[in-house]
């Protein structure tokens, strides 16, 4: 089957979704079309975790319906893979081999949760990223009936999965690489705060844990051990991908009229000063807006400060600009009482960065700083 579309957006996601918004705001009668490999249009993947934990219905999850759609005359196609681009002839092929000319495509095709490489003891392994994935978690919660969960990895969705075993009462035990949770980039105190709120909740820690070659204990076993970017399928279609699809400030591409934003895209983090991929929901809404700004004939850059809030059982974790430990000069380890900690990273005397544990009052400061490129005896004086 052959279509056409003015503008054609594959995912559908907060990036594609933002886009589709904002392309029908800024042109009412134009083709939108909108592709997803999914079978439900427009949820939430942020709140799956609450979906999991039982603190919401799964109504909820849905940002936008079927009625939403036909209201604003975008085509919504379920269940369709996007298989191969051809940006010279602006064609997309699904991969049931239908065909899609567009006069400007976004790809926002995501990422997708990279596989544990361990030995179990026979459990199954549980990934958690799309709406799919939580109704396997809830088929094996009812079928299995599982007493002890064993959680692998020490990222944002580790400490998802931790929230979830926890809220359903099970034994949970964390594995991970380091001696406390984000080893990679907090230091030993902010650790270590991290690792006392754990061991409140009766979450036991098993540190220093290799994937390969180690046996992982439970009855079900969850993983969050990164992502990787949904780019296969642009193979030799004349966009460049690195560890993702490059674009530039304006959300476009190596390929003429094609835009990325999301999870998917290698964007110029102002921050680092380099060529980043930073998936987070408020930056692909944020990198959604302006490619579809954009594609509708905006002049808009995305230049925003990437950040990642979380509650760790009670305990504020903020994570703003560069956090990595690797690319900075100086880390600047300040106290804001007992059981909080602020984390600067600095290069080249100015503030790239920083990690907050336990108290987030000056997120808004620290986040303007990293714009400003200020130096951080600007704020904190010598």
């Known amino acids: 089957m052959k279509r056409q579309a003015e503008y054609l957006i594959v995912g559908a996601s907060a990036a594609g979704m933002a886009a589709a918004e904002e392309l029908r705001q800024r042109d009412a009668n134009a083709g939108i079309a909108v592709l997803s490999d999914e079978k439900e249009p427009g949820y939430s993947r942020i709140l799956l975790t609450k979906y999991l934990e039982g603190g919401i219905e799964k109504q909820k999850l849905f940002l936008r319906d079927k009625k939403w759609f036909d209201e604003q005359k975008i085509i919504f196609v379920t269940e369709s893979r996007a298989e191969l681009l051809d940006a010279e002839k602006k064609i997309v092929t699904t991969e049931s081999g239908d065909e899609i000319e567009y006069g400007k495509l976004l790809i926002a095709s995501g990422v997708r949760p990279r596989l544990l490489s361990a030995r179990e003891n026979g459990a199954d392994i549980f990934y958690l990223w799309n709406l799919e994935d939580a109704e396997k978690i809830l088929q094996a919660f009812r079928e299995i009936?599982?007493?002890?969960?064993?959680?692998?990895?020490?990222?944002?969705?580790?400490?998802?999965?931790?929230?979830?075993?926890?809220?359903r009462g099970l034994e949970t035990h964390l594995y991970m690489r380091g001696e406390y949770y984000w080893s990679k980039i907090l230091g030993k105190v902010a650790g270590e705060l991290i690792n006392k709120k754990f061991i409140e909740q009766g979450i036991i820690l098993h540190k220093s844990f290799e994937a390969a070659g180690e046996e992982i204990?439970?009855?079900?076993?969850?993983?969050?051990?990164?992502m990787k970017p949904n780019i296969e399928w642009l193979a030799g279609s004349g966009v460049e991908t690195d560890d993702g699809v490059r674009v530039n400030e304006r959300m476009e591409t190596s390929a003429r009229d094609v835009y990325a934003a999301g999870d998917v895209v290698k964007f110029f983090d102002a921050a680092a000063e380099e060529y980043r991929r930073q998936g987070n929901w408020a930056n692909a809404a944020r990198q959604?807006?302006?490619?579809?700004?954009?594609?509708?004939?905006?002049n808009e850059e995305?230049?925003?400060?990437?950040?990642?809030?979380?509650?760790?059982?009670?305990?504020?974790?903020?994570?703003?600009?560069?956090?990595?430990?690797?690319?900075?000069d100086e880390v600047v380890e300040?106290?804001?009482g007992a059981d909080a900690v602020k984390e600067i990273f600095v290069k080249d005397g100015k503030i790239r960065g920083a990690a907050?544990?336990?108290?987030?009052?000056?997120?808004?400061?620290?986040?303007?700083?990293?714009?400003?490129?200020?130096?951080?005896?600007?704020?904190?004086?010598?």
Do not use: H, W
């Not at 204990?217 to 990164?226: C, R, S």
């Open 145 to 167: 009936k599982p007493r002890r969960a064993a959680v692998v990895g020490g990222g944002f969705i580790g400490q998802a999965f931790l929230k979830i075993c926890r809220a």
């Open 217 to 226: 204990k439970g009855d079900i076993v969850f993983a969050g051990v990164g």
């Open 288 to 298: 959604g807006r302006i490619a579809g700004a954009n594609m509708a004939g905006a």
């Open 302 to 328: 995305f230049c925003e400060v990437t950040v990642n809030a979380l509650d760790i059982f009670g305990l504020p974790v903020v994570f703003l600009g560069d956090t990595r430990r690797e690319a900075a």
């Open 334 to 336: 300040k106290m804001s």
């Open 356 to 382: 907050l544990a336990g108290d987030a009052s000056e997120r808004g400061l620290l986040e303007a700083a990293i714009k400003d490129k200020m130096g951080i005896s600007k704020i904190y004086g010598n």
